[in-house]
C-alpha cells in the first residue's frame, strides 16, 4: 500500500510538472512565433 | 478582486516580480536549505552521542516527509496567493500539490501514532523511500515556485 502511494505519487508529481512546463514554454514562445510571422 | 503590487513595499515587490532564476535560488536557500537544516543537526547529535549507523538514521522518523509537507504547503501558498496568467497550470499544480500533501500528513500521523503509542513503525519503508517522496514533493513544489506570476494578489 505504502509503495503503491509513493508511486502513485511520483507519476502524479513528475506528469504534473512536465504538463506545467510544457504548457508555460508553449505559452511563452507563441508571441516569438507571432512576431517572426509579421516580420516576415 | 486583487491588489496591485505597487501598493507593496519595495522589497516584497522585488521577490514577487523577481526573474524565474533568482526566485528559484531564494526557494532553494532559504526554503529548501531552512527545511534540511534541522536534518543535519539531528545528524550531528546523533553522531556525537555515537548512535551513527547510516545517513538515513537522520530522517529514519519520518522526518523527510514533515519536511516534504511543509515545502509544499509552502510552495502552494505562493502559488495561490499571486495572480498568474496560466490559470490551467495553476489548477493543476494546486491540485497535484494538494494530493502530496494528504499522503505525507497521512503518513506522518500513522508514524507519528505508532511511534508515541511504542508500537512498531515503518522505519525500513521511511529510511529506503522517503528521500524519494522529498524528491517528487521537491519537484512539484518548485514548479509551484517557477510558474510566472502578474503585478497582483489574489482575494
Not at chain 1, 14 to 32: C, F, L, M, W
Not at chain 2, 57 to 76: C, K, Q
Not at chain 2, 129 to 134: D, G, H, K, M, V
Request: glycine residues 6%; aromatic residues 10%; charged residues 15%.
Amino acid at each position: 500500500m505504502n509503495l503503491v502511494l509513493l508511486i502513485v505519487s511520483g507519476v502524479v508529481s513528475i506528469a504534473g510538472a512536465i504538463v506545467a512546463v510544457v504548457a508555460v514554454h508553449r505559452a511563452s514562445a507563441q508571441p516569438e512565433r507571432r512576431n517572426r510571422a509579421a516580420h516576415i | 478582486m486583487s491588489y496591485k503590487i505597487d501598493k507593496l513595499d519595495r522589497h516584497s515587490r522585488f521577490v514577487i516580480l523577481a526573474p524565474m532564476p533568482l526566485r528559484l535560488l531564494i526557494w532553494l536557500v532559504f526554503g529548501v536549505g531552512s527545511a534540511v537544516l534541522p536534518l543535519f543537526l539531528a545528524g550531528l547529535i546523533i553522531f556525537d552521542r555515537g548512535l551513527f549507523t547510516a545517513v538515513s538514521d537522520t530522517w529514519s522518523r519520518g522526518e523527510l516527509v514533515l519536511i516534504s509537507m511543509t515545502l509544499l504547503i509552502a510552495a502552494l501558498g505562493d502559488l495561490v496567493v499571486y495572480a498568474t496568467e496560466f490559470a490551467k497550470v495553476k489548477a493543476l499544480m494546486t491540485v497535484t500539490s494538494g494530493f502530496l500533501i494528504l499522503v505525507s500528513a497521512v503518513w506522518y500521523m500513522d508514524v507519528f501514532g505508532n511511534i508515541i503509542s511504542h508500537q512498531q513503525f515503518k522505519e525500513d519503508f521511511l529510511r529506503h523511500w522517503s528521500p524519494l517522496f522529498f524528491i517528487f514533493a521537491l519537484i512539484n513544489a518548485t514548479v509551484c515556485i517557477m510558474l510566472p506570476k502578474k503585478d497582483r494578489i489574489e482575494q
